[in-house]
């Protein structure tokens, strides 16, 4: 079945420094990616998406791109701040007909420290 | 505004009890979901229902229950089958497109649930 890598955590940067945190998806067809945030004891939010090859999805100073040839979907920010600390889902949907259901990641805690 | 609430917060409940989580939205979706969160181990999907009076399992639907009556209303009884229903629980909802759209699934504060 369907599968998402996520870059395991905690990952712990000083206030400006860059992150990324990787994501592969592994799937029979092209999938929709999305990255989603979960900031303490709340729900998730979605953060950025992408639909097909190339494209780049960003949102808050947070960008991704849709690699194909590694299905990957790195998430970055040039310079992170402390309100940043949350944990970070990378997902994926299949583009088969009537499918519903998205595969998460296990997710990566960041912590942003002054 | 338009979105998902859960209630409660917060649950405490006696093992060998049955308890309902509730979850509701106004956001006029047709699909709804329920997930279960355990530390390290990201979300896994319990049950989803694409349109009212219709759902399906998921990946670790037993010892759960749902109903889907109202299209706002997606309720997730936890019952005394579950072995272990300790954990944080999430309720999303989406739009119910033809392929080729990315349902963006949009999530509720979520409940935590104890059982002891």
């Known amino acids: 079945g369907d599968s998402v890598t996520q870059m395991e955590g905690p990952v712990t940067l000083s206030e400006e420094a860059f992150l990324t945190i990787n994501c592969t998806y592994t799937?029979?067809?092209?999938?929709?990616l999305f990255w989603y945030v979960q900031y303490p004891g709340e729900g998730l939010q979605l953060l950025l998406k992408?639909?097909?090859?190339?494209d780049k999805g960003s949102n808050k100073g947070f960008e991704a791109t849709y690699r194909k040839e590694t299905t990957s979907f790195h998430l970055e920010k040039g310079s992170v701040q402390v309100s940043d600390s949350a944990v970070y889902f990378c997902?994926?949907?299949?583009?088969?007909?009537?499918?519903?259901?998205?595969?998460f990641g296990k997710g990566t805690k960041l912590s942003v420290i002054p | 505004d338009g979105g998902i609430t859960q209630s409660p917060k917060y649950l405490f409940r006696k093992e060998g009890q049955n308890v309902t989580l509730s979850c509701e939205q106004n956001?006029?979706?047709?699909?709804m979901y329920w997930y279960r969160q355990d530390p390290g181990q990201g979300l896994r999907l319990i049950y989803y229902?694409?349109?009212?009076?219709?759902?399906q399992k998921g990946d670790i639907a037993e010892g759960y229950s749902v109903s889907r009556e109202k299209k706002e209303s997606f309720p997730l009884t936890v019952t005394s089958a579950q072995k272990n229903p300790t954990a944080f629980y999430l309720c999303?909802?989406?739009?119910?497109?033809?392929?080729?759209?990315?349902?963006?699934?949009?999530f509720g504060p979520g409940t935590r649930l104890t059982v002891t």
């Open positions: 992408a639909t097909k090859a190339d």
């Open positions: 229902s694409q349109i009212v009076n219709d759902f």
């Open positions: 956001l006029n979706h047709d699909a």
């Open positions: 799937a029979t067809g092209y999938p929709s």
């Open positions: 997902a994926g949907k299949d583009s088969g007909a009537g499918s519903y259901q998205l595969t």
């Open positions: 999303a909802s989406s739009e119910n497109r033809g392929t080729g759209v990315p349902y963006e699934q949009y």
